[in-house]
């Protein structure tokens, strides 16, 4: 079992920055590959970027390119995300999850933290 636990979202003008924070339990978060999700009411859940388990690849979709940064910390048990020239298109309900391996499905997911972003 892993519980996640994110931090960092709030309220920031167009422009600015947000650094996420997920702390995950447990001494087995380096087999885990983490990534983050951002949702708006009435849209589905958007995959934004995700790592590998030990930092070393990261992919991100294609609209935060340039602008986010996943990282990761095993030694912590933390995952970050790192969000610069932020967008009012950004605003969402962000979530840090979990999964065992590549294309397996997000097992663990955090309670999410609110991100907006006024214009």
């Known amino acids: 079992q892993v519980q996640l636990v994110e931090s960092g979202g709030g309220l920031v003008q167009a422009g600015g920055s947000l650094r996420l924070s997920c702390v995950a339990s447990?001494?087995?978060?380096?087999?885990?590959?983490m990534g983050w999700f951002r949702q708006v009411p009435g849209k589905e859940r958007e995959s934004v970027a995700n790592?590998?388990?030990?930092?070393?690849?990261?992919v991100y979709v294609d609209s935060v390119k340039g602008r986010f940064t996943i990282s990761r910390d095993n030694a912590k048990n933390m995952v970050y995300l790192q969000m610069n020239s932020l967008k009012p298109e950004d605003t969402a309900v962000y979530y840090c999850?979990?999964?065992?391996?590549?294309?397996?499905?997000?097992?663990?997911w955090g309670q999410g933290t609110q991100v907006t972003v006024s214009s």
């Open positions: 447990g001494r087995t978060f380096s087999r885990y590959y």
């Open positions: 999850a979990a999964r065992a391996a590549v294309g397996s499905l997000w097992t663990y």
């Open positions: 790592i590998s388990k030990s930092g070393d690849t990261t």
